[in-house]
Protein backbone atom coordinates (compact mmCIF):
# COMPACT_ATOMS: atom_id res chain seq x y z
CA UNK A 1 0.00 0.00 0.00
CA UNK A 2 2.74 2.49 0.86
CA UNK A 3 4.54 1.87 -2.21
CA UNK A 4 1.04 2.43 -4.01
CA UNK A 5 0.66 5.82 -2.56
CA UNK A 6 4.16 6.86 -3.76
CA UNK A 7 3.11 5.84 -7.11
CA UNK A 8 -0.01 7.87 -6.61
CA UNK A 9 1.63 10.99 -5.35
CA UNK A 10 3.85 11.07 -8.37
CA UNK A 11 1.18 10.64 -10.74
CA UNK A 12 -0.44 13.58 -9.47
CA UNK A 13 2.48 15.19 -9.11
CA UNK A 14 2.79 15.30 -12.64
CA UNK A 15 -0.65 15.63 -13.69
CA UNK A 16 -0.29 19.18 -11.30
CA UNK A 17 2.70 20.01 -13.21
CA UNK A 18 1.24 19.27 -16.44
CA UNK A 19 -1.94 21.47 -16.05
CA UNK A 20 0.76 24.25 -14.95
CA UNK A 21 1.93 24.03 -17.73
CA UNK A 22 -0.94 24.12 -20.29
CA UNK A 23 -2.17 27.69 -18.49
CA UNK A 24 1.25 29.02 -18.58
CA UNK A 25 1.01 28.47 -22.35
CA UNK A 26 -1.26 30.25 -23.11
CA UNK A 27 0.33 33.71 -20.81
CA UNK A 28 1.86 35.88 -23.48
CA UNK A 29 5.52 35.92 -21.18
CA UNK A 30 6.20 32.32 -21.95
CA UNK A 31 5.24 32.87 -25.53
CA UNK A 32 7.78 35.02 -25.69
CA UNK A 33 10.18 32.50 -24.23
CA UNK A 34 8.95 30.17 -26.22
CA UNK A 35 10.43 32.04 -29.38
CA UNK A 36 14.05 31.04 -28.07
CA UNK A 37 15.54 29.37 -30.71
CA UNK A 38 16.51 25.94 -30.70
CA UNK A 39 20.36 26.41 -30.67
CA UNK A 40 22.51 29.63 -29.87
CA UNK A 41 25.67 30.92 -30.80
CA UNK A 42 27.22 33.88 -28.95
CA UNK A 43 30.67 34.53 -29.30
CA UNK A 44 32.96 34.11 -26.31
CA UNK A 45 32.78 37.38 -24.26
CA UNK A 46 29.65 38.76 -26.39
CA UNK A 47 26.37 38.79 -24.62
CA UNK A 48 22.78 37.79 -26.36
CA UNK A 49 19.82 39.58 -25.59
CA UNK A 50 16.41 37.61 -25.11
CA UNK A 51 13.17 37.06 -24.09
CA UNK A 52 12.40 36.61 -20.62
CA UNK A 53 9.52 36.96 -17.66
CA UNK A 54 10.59 37.23 -14.01
CA UNK A 55 6.46 37.11 -13.15
CA UNK A 56 6.26 33.36 -14.12
CA UNK A 57 8.57 30.51 -11.44
CA UNK A 58 11.32 29.89 -14.22
CA UNK A 59 14.89 29.53 -13.51
CA UNK A 60 17.46 29.32 -15.95
CA UNK A 61 21.04 26.91 -15.41
CA UNK A 62 23.89 27.40 -17.82
CA UNK A 63 26.01 24.57 -17.61
CA UNK A 64 30.23 25.82 -17.79
CA UNK A 65 30.94 28.38 -20.29
CA UNK A 66 28.01 30.34 -20.27
CA UNK A 67 27.05 33.16 -17.81
CA UNK A 68 23.02 34.50 -17.25
CA UNK A 69 21.72 37.81 -15.82
CA UNK A 70 18.10 38.85 -15.82
CA UNK A 71 17.53 41.85 -16.47
CA UNK A 72 16.40 44.50 -13.88
CA UNK A 73 13.10 45.01 -15.12
CA UNK A 74 12.85 40.59 -15.63
CA UNK A 75 11.76 40.95 -19.26
CA UNK A 76 15.16 40.42 -20.80
CA UNK A 77 17.66 37.40 -20.32
CA UNK A 78 21.68 38.15 -21.55
CA UNK A 79 23.63 34.77 -21.69
CA UNK A 80 27.32 35.84 -21.84
CA UNK A 81 30.11 33.74 -23.52
CA UNK A 82 33.04 32.33 -21.67
CA UNK A 83 34.48 29.49 -22.85
CA UNK A 84 34.71 28.56 -26.60
CA UNK A 85 33.31 25.24 -27.37
CA UNK A 86 29.61 23.77 -26.57
CA UNK A 87 27.48 24.69 -23.18
CA UNK A 88 23.89 24.49 -22.92
CA UNK A 89 20.77 26.56 -20.87
CA UNK A 90 18.36 24.66 -19.00
CA UNK A 91 14.61 26.50 -18.40
CA UNK A 92 13.37 24.89 -14.93
CA UNK A 93 9.68 25.37 -13.47
CA UNK A 94 10.08 26.21 -10.12
CA UNK A 95 13.78 25.88 -10.21
CA UNK A 96 13.34 21.83 -10.36
CA UNK A 97 10.75 20.86 -13.43
CA UNK A 98 12.43 20.81 -16.66
CA UNK A 99 10.56 22.70 -19.63
CA UNK A 100 13.57 22.75 -21.99
CA UNK A 101 17.51 22.76 -22.38
CA UNK A 102 18.68 24.96 -25.41
CA UNK A 103 22.38 23.97 -26.98
CA UNK A 104 24.33 26.93 -26.66
CA UNK A 105 27.72 27.47 -29.01
CA UNK A 106 30.59 29.62 -27.74
CA UNK A 107 32.06 30.79 -30.47
CA UNK A 108 35.58 32.57 -30.71
CA UNK A 109 35.07 36.25 -30.05
CA UNK A 110 33.43 38.16 -33.27
CA UNK A 111 36.12 39.93 -35.32
CA UNK A 112 35.78 42.74 -38.28
CA UNK A 113 36.46 42.73 -41.06
CA UNK A 114 36.40 44.53 -44.31
CA UNK A 115 33.34 43.77 -46.98
CA UNK A 116 34.43 43.44 -50.41
CA UNK A 117 32.28 43.79 -53.50
CA UNK A 118 34.83 43.60 -55.83
CA UNK A 119 34.40 41.08 -59.37
CA UNK A 120 37.58 38.82 -59.31
CA UNK A 121 38.88 36.31 -61.86
CA UNK A 122 39.60 32.69 -60.93
CA UNK A 123 42.21 30.61 -62.40
CA UNK A 124 42.89 27.52 -60.51
CA UNK A 125 45.07 24.16 -61.30
CA UNK A 126 42.45 21.14 -60.10
CA UNK A 127 43.47 18.36 -57.22
CA UNK A 128 42.69 15.89 -60.65
CA UNK A 129 41.77 15.62 -63.97
CA UNK A 130 38.10 16.76 -65.51
CA UNK A 131 37.01 14.14 -68.19
CA UNK A 132 35.40 16.78 -70.60
CA UNK A 133 34.80 14.77 -73.06
CA UNK A 134 34.95 11.08 -74.51
CA UNK A 135 37.00 10.77 -77.66
CA UNK A 136 37.25 7.53 -79.29
CA UNK A 137 39.51 6.21 -81.24
CA UNK A 138 39.04 5.23 -85.22
CA UNK A 139 41.04 1.98 -85.87
CA UNK A 140 40.23 0.83 -89.53
CA UNK A 141 36.87 2.27 -89.84
CA UNK A 142 36.22 1.40 -86.36
CA UNK A 143 35.28 3.47 -83.60
CA UNK A 144 37.06 2.23 -80.22
CA UNK A 145 35.83 3.57 -76.93
CA UNK A 146 38.21 2.08 -74.08
CA UNK A 147 37.47 4.75 -71.19
CA UNK A 148 33.67 4.35 -72.01
CA UNK A 149 33.67 0.90 -71.78
CA UNK A 150 35.52 0.67 -68.84
CA UNK A 151 32.48 3.12 -66.98
CA UNK A 152 34.30 6.61 -67.24
CA UNK A 153 31.69 9.47 -67.97
CA UNK A 154 31.76 13.02 -68.87
CA UNK A 155 32.37 15.35 -65.56
CA UNK A 156 34.31 12.36 -63.49
CA UNK A 157 37.67 13.70 -62.29
CA UNK A 158 40.95 10.93 -62.25
CA UNK A 159 42.11 11.67 -58.86
CA UNK A 160 45.09 8.74 -59.24
CA UNK A 161 47.49 7.38 -61.59
CA UNK A 162 48.89 3.96 -60.51
CA UNK A 163 47.85 4.42 -57.12
CA UNK A 164 50.04 7.92 -57.53
CA UNK A 165 48.73 11.28 -57.14
CA UNK A 166 47.70 12.96 -60.71
CA UNK A 167 49.42 15.78 -61.12
CA UNK A 168 48.66 17.25 -64.75
CA UNK A 169 47.40 15.94 -68.16
CA UNK A 170 51.01 15.40 -68.99
CA UNK A 171 51.39 12.85 -66.49
CA UNK A 172 48.79 11.13 -67.27
CA UNK A 173 49.62 10.56 -71.58
CA UNK A 174 53.33 9.98 -69.98
CA UNK A 175 51.50 6.34 -67.62
CA UNK A 176 49.06 5.55 -70.92
CA UNK A 177 52.63 5.75 -72.91
CA UNK A 178 53.91 3.85 -70.56
CA UNK A 179 51.19 1.11 -70.63
CA UNK A 180 50.40 1.01 -73.68
CA UNK A 181 54.33 0.04 -74.56
CA UNK A 182 53.94 -3.12 -72.30
CA UNK A 183 50.83 -4.31 -73.14
CA UNK A 184 49.27 -3.29 -69.35
CA UNK A 185 46.13 -1.56 -68.36
CA UNK A 186 46.67 1.30 -66.85
CA UNK A 187 45.46 1.77 -63.43
CA UNK A 188 42.87 5.08 -62.75
CA UNK A 189 41.44 5.98 -59.31
CA UNK A 190 37.89 7.74 -60.88
CA UNK A 191 35.70 10.02 -58.38
CA UNK A 192 32.40 10.14 -60.01
CA UNK A 193 29.32 11.97 -59.16
CA UNK A 194 27.91 10.07 -56.15
CA UNK A 195 31.11 6.86 -56.22
CA UNK A 196 34.65 6.78 -56.84
CA UNK A 197 35.87 3.46 -58.57
CA UNK A 198 39.20 2.26 -59.60
CA UNK A 199 39.16 1.73 -63.47
CA UNK A 200 41.80 -0.34 -65.34
CA UNK A 201 42.07 0.92 -69.04
CA UNK A 202 44.59 -0.71 -71.37
CA UNK A 203 45.36 2.09 -73.95
CA UNK A 204 45.27 1.90 -78.11
CA UNK A 205 46.94 2.89 -80.66
CA UNK A 206 46.08 5.91 -82.19
CA UNK A 207 47.54 5.76 -85.71
CA UNK A 208 46.18 9.03 -86.20
CA UNK A 209 47.96 10.89 -83.37
CA UNK A 210 50.77 8.12 -83.51
CA UNK A 211 50.22 7.78 -79.66
CA UNK A 212 48.65 5.50 -76.83
CA UNK A 213 45.13 6.93 -75.99
CA UNK A 214 42.14 6.17 -73.47
CA UNK A 215 39.73 7.98 -75.06
CA UNK A 216 39.46 10.53 -73.26
CA UNK A 217 40.27 14.37 -73.44
CA UNK A 218 40.67 16.17 -70.04
CA UNK A 219 41.49 19.09 -68.26
CA UNK A 220 43.32 20.65 -65.41
CA UNK A 221 42.61 23.58 -64.65
CA UNK A 222 39.06 25.58 -63.80
CA UNK A 223 38.19 28.82 -64.26
CA UNK A 224 35.08 31.42 -63.25
CA UNK A 225 34.17 35.48 -62.74
CA UNK A 226 32.94 35.96 -59.06
CA UNK A 227 33.06 38.61 -56.35
CA UNK A 228 34.75 39.29 -53.30
CA UNK A 229 32.78 38.95 -50.20
CA UNK A 230 35.03 40.05 -47.05
CA UNK A 231 38.74 39.81 -45.83
CA UNK A 232 40.32 40.67 -43.17
CA UNK A 233 42.07 43.71 -42.67
CA UNK A 234 45.21 41.75 -40.24
CA UNK A 235 46.25 38.93 -42.55
CA UNK A 236 44.15 39.68 -45.30
CA UNK A 237 42.90 36.20 -45.62
CA UNK A 238 39.65 36.75 -47.69
CA UNK A 239 36.46 34.67 -48.80
CA UNK A 240 34.53 34.89 -51.86
CA UNK A 241 31.54 33.83 -54.19
CA UNK A 242 29.36 32.33 -51.41
CA UNK A 243 29.05 28.87 -53.05
CA UNK A 244 31.61 26.12 -54.48
CA UNK A 245 33.92 26.91 -57.42
CA UNK A 246 32.65 24.29 -59.99
CA UNK A 247 34.01 22.92 -63.11
CA UNK A 248 31.66 24.77 -65.55
CA UNK A 249 30.90 21.35 -67.45
CA UNK A 250 28.56 19.08 -64.40
CA UNK A 251 28.62 21.97 -62.11
CA UNK A 252 30.21 19.87 -59.58
CA UNK A 253 32.66 21.42 -57.22
CA UNK A 254 36.29 20.78 -57.96
CA UNK A 255 39.06 20.72 -55.13
CA UNK A 256 41.96 23.06 -55.53
CA UNK A 257 45.78 22.41 -55.53
CA UNK A 258 46.82 26.27 -56.09
CA UNK A 259 44.95 29.27 -57.76
CA UNK A 260 45.51 33.09 -58.34
CA UNK A 261 43.35 35.73 -57.74
CA UNK A 262 43.01 38.79 -59.97
CA UNK A 263 40.44 41.69 -60.39
CA UNK A 264 38.24 41.62 -63.23
CA UNK A 265 36.66 44.39 -65.20
CA UNK A 266 32.83 44.38 -66.16
CA UNK A 267 32.69 45.51 -69.30
CA UNK A 268 28.55 44.39 -69.74
CA UNK A 269 25.91 43.12 -67.67
CA UNK A 270 23.05 40.54 -70.03
CA UNK A 271 19.71 42.08 -67.84
CA UNK A 272 17.91 38.86 -66.16
CA UNK A 273 14.61 37.73 -67.43
CA UNK A 274 11.91 35.97 -66.26
CA UNK A 275 12.88 33.17 -68.28
CA UNK A 276 16.40 33.69 -68.43
CA UNK A 277 18.98 34.57 -65.73
CA UNK A 278 21.16 37.41 -66.28
CA UNK A 279 25.17 37.40 -65.97
CA UNK A 280 28.02 39.83 -65.78
CA UNK A 281 30.38 39.99 -68.47
CA UNK A 282 34.13 39.97 -67.40
CA UNK A 283 37.94 40.29 -68.23
CA UNK A 284 40.67 39.45 -66.57
CA UNK A 285 41.97 42.82 -65.55
CA UNK A 286 45.20 41.86 -63.86
CA UNK A 287 46.65 42.73 -60.21
CA UNK A 288 46.18 46.10 -59.52
CA UNK A 289 43.08 46.70 -58.08
CA UNK A 290 42.83 43.03 -56.78
CA UNK A 291 45.81 40.06 -56.72
CA UNK A 292 46.24 36.71 -54.37
CA UNK A 293 45.95 33.64 -53.86
CA UNK A 294 43.58 30.76 -54.30
CA UNK A 295 44.07 27.74 -51.57
CA UNK A 296 40.47 25.64 -50.77
CA UNK A 297 37.32 25.52 -52.71
CA UNK A 298 34.58 24.87 -50.00
CA UNK A 299 30.93 24.70 -49.54
CA UNK A 300 30.77 28.68 -49.25
CA UNK A 301 33.06 29.23 -51.81
CA UNK A 302 37.14 30.08 -51.89
CA UNK A 303 39.49 31.15 -50.07
CA UNK A 304 42.50 32.30 -49.74
CA UNK A 305 45.45 35.76 -49.36
CA UNK A 306 45.29 38.63 -50.86
CA UNK A 307 48.74 40.21 -52.04
CA UNK A 308 47.39 44.11 -50.91
CA UNK A 309 44.31 45.30 -49.88
CA UNK A 310 41.89 46.36 -52.90
CA UNK A 311 42.57 49.73 -54.46
CA UNK A 312 38.65 50.65 -54.86
CA UNK A 313 36.39 49.56 -53.06
CA UNK A 314 35.31 49.77 -49.20
CA UNK A 315 38.34 50.62 -47.05
CA UNK A 316 36.73 50.30 -43.42
CA UNK A 317 36.02 47.39 -41.27
CA UNK A 318 32.71 45.82 -39.52
CA UNK A 319 31.59 43.59 -37.44
CA UNK A 320 30.42 40.13 -38.75
CA UNK A 321 27.12 38.87 -37.83
CA UNK A 322 25.73 36.17 -36.19
CA UNK A 323 22.97 34.27 -37.62
CA UNK A 324 20.38 35.18 -35.39
CA UNK A 325 21.08 39.07 -35.60
CA UNK A 326 19.80 38.74 -39.36
CA UNK A 327 16.29 40.07 -39.56
CA UNK A 328 14.18 41.15 -42.11
CA UNK A 329 14.48 44.95 -43.35
CA UNK A 330 16.48 46.87 -44.92
CA UNK A 331 19.73 46.32 -46.62
CA UNK A 332 21.92 46.70 -49.26
CA UNK A 333 24.52 44.83 -51.17
CA UNK A 334 27.83 45.63 -52.62
CA UNK A 335 29.01 44.65 -56.56
CA UNK A 336 30.65 45.68 -59.43
CA UNK A 337 28.00 46.74 -62.72
CA UNK A 338 30.45 48.43 -64.75
CA UNK A 339 33.91 48.67 -64.64
CA UNK A 340 36.40 47.49 -61.12
CA UNK A 341 34.14 50.05 -58.47
CA UNK A 342 32.19 48.47 -56.16
CA UNK A 343 29.26 50.79 -55.67
CA UNK A 344 25.98 50.13 -52.94
CA UNK A 345 22.80 48.93 -54.11
CA UNK A 346 19.56 49.06 -52.05
CA UNK A 347 17.75 45.45 -50.93
CA UNK A 348 15.29 44.80 -48.69
CA UNK A 349 15.66 41.09 -46.83
CA UNK A 350 11.89 39.44 -47.14
CA UNK A 351 13.01 36.26 -44.45
CA UNK A 352 15.80 34.81 -42.50
CA UNK A 353 16.55 30.96 -42.02
CA UNK A 354 17.14 30.10 -38.53
CA UNK A 355 19.96 28.15 -38.85
CA UNK A 356 22.23 26.65 -36.41
CA UNK A 357 24.05 23.86 -38.92
CA UNK A 358 25.87 25.56 -41.93
CA UNK A 359 23.51 25.85 -45.54
CA UNK A 360 24.04 27.95 -48.46
CA UNK A 361 20.35 29.83 -48.57
CA UNK A 362 20.17 31.41 -45.25
CA UNK A 363 18.19 34.74 -46.49
CA UNK A 364 15.43 35.49 -49.34
CA UNK A 365 15.66 39.38 -50.29
CA UNK A 366 14.59 41.67 -52.86
CA UNK A 367 15.85 44.40 -54.99
CA UNK A 368 14.63 47.49 -53.84
CA UNK A 369 17.33 50.15 -55.73
CA UNK A 370 15.73 51.66 -59.31
CA UNK A 371 19.68 51.57 -60.35
CA UNK A 372 20.31 47.96 -60.36
CA UNK A 373 16.94 46.63 -61.63
CA UNK A 374 17.11 49.47 -64.57
CA UNK A 375 20.65 47.98 -65.14
CA UNK A 376 21.20 44.57 -64.25
CA UNK A 377 17.00 43.27 -63.31
CA UNK A 378 17.61 42.41 -60.60
CA UNK A 379 20.29 39.53 -59.38
CA UNK A 380 22.81 38.04 -62.54
CA UNK A 381 25.29 35.37 -62.24
CA UNK A 382 28.23 37.03 -61.17
CA UNK A 383 27.30 38.93 -58.23
CA UNK A 384 27.62 35.59 -56.06
CA UNK A 385 29.58 36.30 -53.21
CA UNK A 386 28.52 40.22 -53.33
CA UNK A 387 28.64 40.74 -49.68
CA UNK A 388 24.96 41.91 -48.31
CA UNK A 389 24.96 44.65 -45.00
CA UNK A 390 22.78 45.50 -42.90
CA UNK A 391 22.86 47.91 -38.98
CA UNK A 392 26.68 48.06 -40.16
CA UNK A 393 27.27 44.60 -40.03
CA UNK A 394 28.91 42.57 -42.71
CA UNK A 395 25.59 39.59 -42.49
CA UNK A 396 25.66 37.87 -45.86
CA UNK A 397 26.75 36.76 -49.37
CA UNK A 398 24.87 36.78 -52.46
CA UNK A 399 24.21 33.49 -53.34
CA UNK A 400 21.22 32.36 -55.82
CA UNK A 401 19.13 34.40 -58.32
CA UNK A 402 15.16 33.03 -58.37
CA UNK A 403 15.24 32.34 -62.33
CA UNK A 404 11.64 33.17 -62.78
CA UNK A 405 11.92 36.58 -60.57
CA UNK A 406 15.56 38.01 -61.06
CA UNK A 407 14.66 40.44 -58.48
CA UNK A 408 14.52 38.41 -55.78
CA UNK A 409 17.50 36.29 -54.61
CA UNK A 410 19.45 34.01 -51.73
CA UNK A 411 22.02 34.40 -49.91
CA UNK A 412 23.98 32.63 -47.27
CA UNK A 413 24.85 33.88 -43.74
CA UNK A 414 28.46 35.34 -43.85
CA UNK A 415 28.80 33.50 -40.34
CA UNK A 416 29.48 30.44 -42.24
CA UNK A 417 32.04 31.81 -44.56
CA UNK A 418 34.04 32.99 -41.87
CA UNK A 419 34.19 29.54 -39.88
CA UNK A 420 34.95 28.17 -43.22
CA UNK A 421 37.92 30.39 -42.94
CA UNK A 422 39.16 29.46 -39.93
CA UNK A 423 39.25 25.88 -40.47
CA UNK A 424 41.45 25.84 -43.24
CA UNK A 425 43.59 29.21 -43.09
CA UNK A 426 47.11 28.90 -42.63
Same mark, same amino acid.
Given at each position: ?????? %?????????? /?????????? /????????? %?? /?????????????? %? #?????? $???????????????? $????????????????????????????????????????????????????????? !????????????????????????????????????????? $?????????????? +??????????? +??????? %?????????????????????????????????????????????????? #?????????? +???????????????????????????? /??????????????????????????????????????????????????????????????????? !?????? +??????????????? $??????????????????????????????????????????????
Amino acid at each position: MHKGRR %WSSKKLMGWV /SAAVMLGLGF /SPPLENMAR %WP /SQIIVPQGAALVLP %W #SGVLPF $QARASHGVVVHTSATG $QEIRLIGQKIGPASVRLELFGWLPWRTVPVEVAPPQVNVVPGGESVGIVARTRGLIV !TALNPVLIKGHRVDPAADAGIERGDIIVAINHQPVTSDHHL $QEAVDQAGAKGVPV +ELFVKGARTTH +ERPIKPV %WDPKTRRWQLGVLVQDTTSGVGTLTFFYPGSKDYAALGHSLTDGLTRRPV #SIAEGHLSGA +EIVGVVAGTAIAPGQKVGVLAGGYNIDG /SVTYNGRFGILGRLDHRPRWGPTGSMPLALPDQVHRGKARIITVIHGQRPESFRIKILRTYPQWQPN !TKGLLF +EVTDRRLLKRAGGVV $QGMSGSPIIQGGRVVGAVTHVLLNRPNLGFGCYAYWMATQVAAHSK
